[in-house]
């Protein structure tokens, strides 16, 4: 192998702010054209990188690797996302990578960068591949990628496929079951689409999900019942005797509220009658809202 010669027709920082979705067939084939790196020269460059915190070297790392992120990109291809997009991703892992590779452990970059590659295209497949959320836990991520590779068909597992995935995965057979049933699952608009039919527009959730409390009818209907409780509830109040009103008001409206005991002490009488008068006084207050 040869060492990267990184004046192939375009500078080096030329490459690096390229962006693969305004040309990916030229991006590809300019990506392509920067050889690859020997060992020995993988080595030095990592090792001023490490050390002396080279710029160069760092960038002269991640040139020789783009092509690597595109073959990546590409194991990607099913889930209906665009590639251009999961290369940027995966550019962003490959740097993160070459950041943080220690030269001393004796494995190549590339070996040590696919995790990260990886890492990050996971990270945006995840929050684009539906709007909804499939997967949030870092198992639920593992059982998600595993299983859209294991399913060969879009026919349902068998039992013993699910038992066989789930011992293989470390998880519970109720798991792959519910993921499975995720994957199965397809994003529905809210609203009616424009070009739907008639007999086909029940389908659309706006059409049978109806927000009862959104009516103005229903909301003017509410505060007005709310109003005329609170009116029934100031009369209702004003027709008990002082102690009661205060006991009442005390015991239900006042935050905190008082104990029977320090109401049984300031009115001279015991915890039992203070309890009787409040119960007493609540009946009357029922009766009044009631009627």
């Known amino acids: 192998m040869t060492e990267a010669n990184t004046s192939v027709s375009m500078t080096p920082n030329a490459i690096l702010n ?9 991006y590809v084939q300019t990506v392509s054209a920067i050889p690859m790196l020997s060992a020995e020269r993988e080595q030095e460059l990592a090792e001023r990188l490490f050390y002396g915190n080279s710029v160069d070297s760092a960038r002269e790392l991640v040139l020789a690797h783009l092509r690597f992120v595109v073959h990546v990109a590409r194991s990607y291809s099913g889930y209906g996302l665009q590639e251009a997009d999961l290369i940027q991703e995966g550019n962003v892992g490959l740097m993160k990578a070459v950041k943080r590779f220690d030269p001393t452990k004796g494995v190549r970059l590339v070996s040590f960068a696919v995790h990260w590659i990886k890492a990050e295209m996971h990270e945006y497949v995840l929050k684009n591949w539906r709007i909804v959320k499939v997967a949030t836990t870092k198992a639920q991520r593992k059982l998600f990628f595993n299983l859209r590779s294991r399913k060969t068909g879009t026919h349902w597992l068998t039992q013993d496929e699910t038992i ?12 792959v079951t519910r993921m499975e049933s995720r994957l199965s699952s397809r994003d529905l608009a809210f609203d009616l689409p424009v070009d739907m039919d008639e007999e086909s527009a029940w389908q659309a959730p706006q059409q049978y999900l109806e927000d009862q409390s959104a009516d103005p009818a229903t909301v003017v209907e509410a505060a007005d019942c709310v109003a005329h409780k609170g009116t029934q509830l100031s009369a209702a109040m004003s027709a008990l005797d002082p102690r009661s009103r205060d006991i009442v008001a005390r015991r239900w409206l006042a935050d905190p509220k008082t104990t029977l005991h320090e109401l049984a002490e300031e009115y001279g009488v015991s915890a ?9 006084a609540m009946k009357k ?6 009627a």
């Open 285 to 290: 207050l029922r009766a009044g809202i009631v």
């Open 164 to 175: 066989a995935i789930a011992q293989d995965l470390g998880v519970e057979p109720s798991e």
């Open 272 to 280: 039992e009658r203070i309890r009787q008068l409040e119960n007493n």
């Open 18 to 26: 390229m962006v693969p979705g305004a040309n990916l067939g030229a």
